[in-house]
Each structure stands twice: as C-alpha cells, then as structure tokens.
C-alpha cells in the first residue's frame, strides 16, 4: 500500500519529535515497524530516550542500574545457561561413565582428559570461556562418574 503524500509528511514532521508511536500508528494505519522502516528509508532518527530523559545519562549507566537491580536473576540465568551447556557436552561425551557405565546423575560425572595435553580446566571453560574452545577441550576428555575418576587419579594415572 502506497503512502500519500499527506503521510509522508506527517510522517517527517512528527518522526523525529519523537511523537509517541501508538498515536502515529493509528493516525498513519500503518504498523509500528513499517513507519520504522519508513523513518529510515528517509534517514529520520528517533531520539535514544523517552521524553524526560536527561542526555547526560549514558547507556552505560542503564545497564549498570538494570544489573544492580536485577543481579540474582541474571545470576540464575547465567547459572542455567552453563549447566545446560555442561548437560549437552556430557551427552555427546555419551552421557554415562566410561569405566561403569553410571549414569543416574549428571552432576555426578566429570571429564577426565585422556592425554596430558590440557589446555584448561573444564569447569572453568565451560563458565567463562567460548563454546567452540570448550568443545575442543572436551573432545579431549572421556566422562567419568566421581568414583572412577577419584580412583583413576589415585593409581596414579
């Protein structure tokens, strides 16, 4: 649907007034992201912020205030980003101890690296590393359930 010229200057005029949105979507009968993607075919801006918004406020200190109020959430979610990471290494390892074939706890199993070229530990590559460097790691490693592992360790190997 072609737009007026009526439009297309109201649209210019009140675009970059940072007018409220829902009153140009009803005033335009056009949805928000096509009067978007109109601003921008005609290189209009929006101001960053709402009215009222001092500019001596920087995006940086946002997310700092957004962090502070929110940190155990973001905490939790970073938490159950790195345990289902940790879940998925584990079951393409085959999700089960290679020496007893224990397989009833996840948490219960680590990765023990076959060789001694380590690069890293996996906890610890897992939580504050990329995933592509810790899929390297672990493609070194065989899975093991705490028990193997501790006894494994303490023959010496």
């Given at each position: 649907?072609k737009?007026?010229?009526?439009?297309?200057?109201?649209?210019?005029?009140?675009?970059e007034k940072?007018?409220?949105?829902?009153?140009?979507?009803q005033?335009?009968?056009?949805?928000?992201?096509?009067?978007?993607?109109?601003?921008?075919?005609?290189?209009?801006?929006?101001?960053?912020f709402?009215?009222?918004?001092?500019?001596?406020?920087?995006?940086?200190?946002?997310?700092?205030?957004?962090?502070?109020?929110?940190?155990?959430?973001?905490?939790?979610?970073?938490?159950?980003?790195?345990?289902?990471?940790?879940?998925?290494?584990?079951?393409?390892l085959?999700?089960k101890?290679?020496?007893?074939?224990?397989?009833?706890?996840?948490?219960?199993?680590d990765?023990?690296?076959?060789?001694?070229?380590?690069?890293?530990?996996?906890?610890?590559?897992?939580k504050d590393?990329?995933?592509?460097?810790?899929?390297?790691?672990?493609?070194?490693?065989?899975l093991?359930c705490a028990?193997?592992?501790?006894?494994?360790?303490?023959?010496?190997s």
């Open positions: 649907m737009w007026s010229k009526e439009e297309l200057q109201y649209l210019k005029n009140n675009y940072n007018e409220n949105m829902s009153e140009m979507t005033r335009l009968h056009r949805t928000a992201r096509a009067i978007q993607h109109k601003g921008k075919r005609f290189n209009l801006s929006r101001p960053r709402k009215k009222g918004f001092s500019d001596a406020i920087s995006k940086k200190d946002i997310d700092k205030k957004y962090y502070s109020k929110n940190k155990q959430e973001i905490y939790k979610r970073k938490q159950t980003r790195i345990n289902n990471f940790r879940k998925e290494l584990k079951i393409m085959g999700g101890c290679s020496i007893c074939g224990y397989n009833k706890c996840f948490n219960a199993l990765f023990h690296h076959k060789n001694g070229d380590k690069e890293g530990v996996m906890s610890k590559l897992t590393f990329s995933k592509e460097k810790s899929l390297k790691e672990a493609r070194k490693c065989i093991l028990n193997c592992h501790r006894e494994l360790h303490s023959m010496g």
